[in-house]
Every structure is written in C-alpha cells, then in structure tokens.
C-alpha cells in the first residue's frame, strides 16, 4: 500500500484568513484581514505573565489550568453575566478558545453527529467539527439583520443533529444574538436534547443598543451549555493562547482530559498574567473598550461606504463584511485580489465563512487595528471609489 496523508488531512488546509495574511506580506500592505488586536495589552496583565516567571511559574499546571485562573475566570462570569460556575469542577483553561472547543469537540462528539451551524460561519468552527468527524448542517441568516426562524432550525435537525454551535457577538457577521433569538434556541435545544456549543470570544465587543447574554444562564440551559471564551481578543494577547470552557462538571472532565492529552496546559505564566488582569482590571476598562471599537466601527464603515463598498454594519465584534459585487469577478477571492492590488489593503474573501458557491459578493475586513494604521487603509479605499 502507497503511503498517503489522512482521510481527514482535508479540513485543516491553510486558511484563506492566513492566506490573504501571506499576500498581504509579499506586497507589504496593510492587512485587515487577520484578527489581530492592536489595543495595548493591558499592564496588568504584563506584570503578572512577568513576575510568574521569575517567580518560577514555568512548569506544567493543573490539566484544568492553574486554580487562580479558574477563580478568577468564575469571578468575572459572576460579575458580568450572573452566571455561577464552580472554578474547581466546571472550568477547563485550554490553549485557546479554539483548544477549548476543539477538546469540547472530542468528548461530547460522534464520528456522523451532526451540529448545526449558522451561515455566514468562522471558518475554524467548521475545521474543529470536521477533525472531531461531525458533520456541520448550515442554517442560513437572512438578511437584514442576519435573522432566522423556528422553522429554519426545524428544517435543518435530523435524529442525528447533537448540538449547535453559538457565535454571539459574531465574526464574521457582527450580530449580537437577541434574548428572544435565544430563547427560541434555548427551547430548540430543550425540545430535541442538544449541546449548545458558545464561542463568547468577542463578549466585551458589543456597541450602542445592545447587550451580550451567555446562553448558559438562560433558564435550563447551564446543564446543556458549554461556553467558550478566552483573554485572545480582550486583553490583546491573541498568541499566548489562553482560553477556556465552562460546563457542567459532567462534561468538563472529560473535556479536560483531552485538553491534557492534546495541550498538557496552557503556557503557565501567561495563565498567571491573565488571572492577575482579571482579578485587578475594573469595569471601566471593559467599558472603554467598546466605546473605541464603536468609534473605530462608524469611522470604518463611513469610510467603506465612501468607496462604493456598502458595509454590513456589525453590533458586536470587530469584524465588518462589505458588498463588493460591483467589482469585476467571479470569486470573492479575485475581488479581494484586486483590493489588494489597487490599494495595498487586504481583506477576507466571503467565501472563506459560508459554503458551496455563496458569499462571493462579500469581502471581510478587520478593523481591530491601531488609528493610524486605520485611517492609513482608510486613505488608501478611497481609490475604490
């Protein structure tokens, strides 16, 4: 027999995120496309990862994450969503928020499971489905406003549907999930006994008018609800890796026995950096940072429709898609080229977050991105228009 890659080698081909990024780079543009955030990291957090090195906090922690970690992530679930959980049983730290979800995958999956997804989707949720060997079904949002309905949802489960993933504030789309969106998901989910699987990534990225709810404390949801977050996007540190599960303690171990057998632990000291920020960053901070990513928002999204791009404006995130239909192409991967190339400024095909032949009208920019560097890729859209 000839030696070959996996069956499953498929689903972890190069994203088209970190495509566009190697693009980008070969012209030295200025990239939007990738997610990463240019805020400052806090000091708080600096000291702590700082100080638990030399302080000798460089071995392996608990499979679950250093305790004060845990403690601090239930502390600040308490503060800001109400939500009880208990540090010792029902939280998993993991390399990532996508570790953590990748892990979740794992335990709670079968080969052939199917898991709802709503479209437009982020791309590595279907990835981490497709290495656990589930099966997504997509469930369109309709626009305006990326909505859906009960019947949506009731087209799309099968007797082998096991759960749903959640991605409330939404990348790439921005939606906010409203309470009454999630209660009609909540009593799906009841009705036909599934896991509901949260990405709250981007929970402190929520802009004028609207308000983050975590599914889990939602009436009889703690028990079918795995929530996933992480400090990536709110502190800033998108490449030291930490991030985290919350469930009920009958999932989590499991869950945080293949996170040992995959991670052994996040980085250690940087866990310690994260427990500190928690612990000592006030509200304001939080606060802060939507205000400046609202402003950060309008100013783009103005700037978008100024160049005949008409934005998608988002409630949450700091993703925007934008109409790029009027461009000559096919593909959104070639009217994204071509941005690139007339203005220096890269972006995210469409296509990259839904499947089969959509999404090709729609680009994916980031405007996570200090102001200078912003209102640069904003001068250089101007010649779109």
């Known amino acids: 027999m000839a030696l070959s890659l996996s069956t499953r080698h498929g689903c972890v081909l190069q994203s088209e995120i970190r495509n566009m ?24 957090v600096l000291r702590g990862a700082s100080e638990s090195v030399e302080h000798g906090v460089n071995t392996y922690t608990h499979y679950a994450g250093l305790f004060r ?49 709503f479209e437009p989707f982020y791309g590595y949720h279907i990835t981490t489905l497709l290495a656990a060997e589930a099966v997504p079904v997509f469930v369109p949002l309709s626009l305006p406003g990326w909505t859906f309905g009960s019947e949506d949802l009731e087209r799309a489960v099968t007797p082998k ?34 896991f509901v699987f949260t990405d709250e990534i981007y929970e402190h990225f929520i802009y004028t ?41 009958r999932w989590a171990k499991t869950i945080g026995y293949f996170n040992d ?18 612990q000592e960053i006030g509200e304001g901070y939080y606060q802060g940072l939507a205000r400046e990513y609202e402003a950060k928002r309008d100013r783009f999204c103005r700037a978008l429709s100024r160049a005949g791009l008409p934005p998608y404006i988002p409630d949450g995130a700091y993703y925007v898609l934008a109409d790029v239909s009027r461009f000559a192409g096919k593909t ?24 089969g032949e959509k999404g090709n009208s729609t680009v994916r920019f980031c405007f996570a991105k200090e102001d200078t560097v912003l209102d640069e890729a904003i001068r250089r859209l101007q010649l779109l228009a």
């Open 261 to 278: 057998l995959v991670y052994v632990c996040a980085p250690a000291p940087l866990q310690a950096g994260v427990a500190r920020g928690m």
């Open 21 to 44: 990024s190697l693009e980008c780079s070969r012209i030295g543009g200025i990239n939007l496309s990738q997610g990463v955030c240019d805020t400052p990291v806090p000091s708080e």
């Open 209 to 249: 008018g609207h308000e983050h709810r975590s599914f889990a404390t939602l009436p009889g949801m703690k028990e079918r609800t795995i929530t996933i977050s992480g400090a990536s996007k709110t502190f800033s540190v998108t490449g030291w890796r930490i991030g985290y599960a919350i469930c009920d303690s």
């Open 69 to 117: 970690l845990r403690k601090a992530i239930a502390e600040k679930q308490l503060r800001f969503s109400a939500m009880e959980c208990d540090p010792e049983s029902e939280i998993i730290v993991s390399a990532g928020a996508t570790g953590a979800m990748y892990c979740a995958f794992q335990a709670l999956l079968n080969p052939g499971d199917e898991v709802i997804v």
């Open 332 to 355: 959104a991967k070639e009217r994204a080229m071509h941005i690139l190339r007339t203005t220096g400024v890269a972006s995210v095909p469409g296509s990259a977050f839904f499947h």
């Open 161 to 194: 549907t096991r759960g749903i993933i959640l991605n409330t504030p939404a990348n790439p789309s921005g939606k906010v999930f409203s309470l009454s969106e999630l209660t009609l998901l909540a009593g799906f989910a009841e009705r036909h006994d599934l």
